[in-house]
Antibody, heavy 122, light 109 residues
Framework: EVQLVQSGAEVKKPGESLKISCKGS????????IGWVRQLPGKGLEWMGI????????RYSPSFQGQVTISADKSISTAYLQWSNLKASDTAMYYCASAPDVSGIPYYFDYWGPGTLVTVSS | SYVLTQPPSVSVPPGKTASITCGGN??????VHWYQQKPGQAPVLVIYYDTDRPSGIPERFSGSNSGNTATLTISRVEAGDEADYYC????????????FGGGTKLTVL
């Protein structure tokens, strides 16, 4: 059974750093991409970026380039999303999702994690 | 950048057919994928590559894609189908990336 297990909810202050995780199991982690998707309260899905677990090739949405860092440790089948300077506007649910690799392209997300709620408040 | 346009809401009585559209420039040349998101839950893939259904998704869910519009069709709508639905493509432009539509709230009357 494919599972993506995300780290627990976080409450942080503006200016703090944060790293959340997404651990995959039940499939070949290194043969898939892991994407990160933001959902602001009451809003739609926003793609943030994606990493190929096999070689850590990473692509970012222009909206999030420079704002977050996506990484992966294939030895423990885990992908990460991190911030160095959180803002109140980063308050949202963050989902990781796996995407099969098709000739180097992650066309769609076949499995999703349950989400990590990040709250940034002074 | 590539834009996907969905109607904010669609309402349908139970037992009827719901059609949710996703508009984009020449979207028929791209592969479209659809996700269902119920309140408080993570999204679930319901259609991929325009028409394919993942295992476990009822045959009532189908998709089509041509010209400038892709459509998710849900036949014999049930109360449990009430959810937000999102279309998504991979835009293979000079800066390849994932694009989501704005989402459509399906209400079962």
């Amino acid at each position: 059974e494919v599972q993506l297990v995300q780290s627990g909810a976080e409450v942080k202050k503006p200016g703090e750093s944060l790293k959340i995780s997404c651990k995959g199991s039940g499939y070949s982690f290194t043969g898939y991409w892991i994407g990160w998707v933001r959902q602001l309260p009451g809003k739609g899905l926003e793609w943030m970026g994606i990493i190929y677990a096999g070689d850590s090739e990473t692509r970012y949405s222009p909206s999030f380039q420079g704002q977050v860092t996506i990484s992966a440790d294939k030895s423990i089948s885990t992908a990460y999303l991190q911030w160095s300077n959180l803002k109140a506007s980063d308050t949202a649910m963050y989902y990781c999702a796996s995407a099969p690799d098709v000739s180097g392209i992650p066309y769609y997300f076949d499995y999703w994690g349950p989400g990590t709620l990040v709250t940034v408040s002074s | 950048s590539y834009v996907l346009t969905q109607p904010p809401s669609v309402s349908v009585p139970p037992g009827k057919t719901a059609s949710i559209t996703c508009g984009g420039n020449n979207i028929g040349s791209k592969s479209v994928h659809w996700y269902q998101q119920k309140p408080g839950q993570a999204p679930v893939l319901v259609i991929y590559y325009d028409t394919d259904r993942p295992s476990g998704i009822p045959e009532r869910f189908s998709g089509s894609n041509s010209g400038n519009t892709a459509t998710l069709t849900i036949s014999r709508v049930e109360a449990g189908d009430e959810a937000d639905y999102y279309c998504q493509v991979w835009d293979s432009s000079s800066d390849p990336h994932v694009v989501f539509g704005g989402g459509t709230k399906l209400t079962v009357l």
